[in-house]
């Protein structure tokens, strides 16, 4: 079944220590990826996708994340994060051979000041 | 901006009323989807809709309805509410046609319902 893991429920990390939420999916052809964000009190936003082409993909307030095939995996990395980096986020992906996005269970970051 | 509201933030109901909620975008976006957000189960699909007076079932259907007589506004209804569909229910809309913005959903702020 086509499906995306987020193995990591809940992550404390300090001010300027390094982020890697993982993702993956399962197999199922051509995929969209995307990392949704949800900051405490606000909407779901979009943080970055990967459709095509480079499998490094910049997305905005500073965090990346690398599509790797082979590992059917979507990983997001900040190298420093902050304070106000604590959110849930979750990765999603479509497949093409579908008309609906399926979303992860999310991972809550909490970062210590 | 895109601009994607729903008709209320927190909703108290009980057992057995029917419950509309709603959702209107302002971007011309022909895709709008309800979805049900619960503690670690992220986002499930309810219902979502490719056009007007169009509709297809999501994860989760049981015990829901939709209605989407205008591109703009998208309805979720639940017949008869019960303690099960206490959740945050998030509305979202996007584009169809293929290119930069396709697939990205733009969400609403939610509606915490709580049915007692």
Request: glycine letters at 8%.
């Amino acid at each position: 079944a086509q499906s995306v893991s987020q193995h990591n429920h809940h992550v404390i990390l300090s001010e300027a220590a390094s982020l890697e939420l993982g993702c993956n999916y399962s197999y199922g052809g051509t995929v969209n990826l995307f990392w949704y964000v949800q900051y405490p009190g606000q909407h779901l936003q979009l943080l970055l996708k990967y459709f095509s082409g480079d499998p490094l993909v910049k997305g905005i307030k500073g965090f990346e994340a690398e599509f790797i095939k082979s590992k059917f995996s979507f990983n997001l990395r900040k190298p420093s994060v902050q304070w106000s980096d604590t959110a849930e986020y979750f990765c999603a992906v479509r497949y093409s051979s579908a008309s609906k996005i399926i979303f992860g269970s999310g991972t809550r970051l909490s970062i210590r000041p | 901006d895109v601009k994607v509201t729903q008709s209320s933030r927190y909703l108290v109901k009980r057992t057995g009323e029917k419950v509309f909620l709603e959702c209107v975008q302002d971007m011309d976006h022909e895709n709008m989807f309800w979805y049900r957000q619960d503690p670690g189960l992220g986002l499930r699909l309810i219902y979502f809709s490719y056009d007007v007076k169009m509709k297809e079932k999501g994860d989760i259907p049981e015990g829901y309805s939709v209605s989407r007589e205008k591109k703009e506004r998208f309805s979720l209804i639940l017949e008869s509410a019960s303690t099960n569909q206490t959740s945050m229910y998030l509305c979202a809309s996007s584009f169809s046609s293929a290119g930069k913005d396709s697939d990205t959903q733009y969400f609403g702020p939610g509606t915490r319902l709580t049915v007692l």
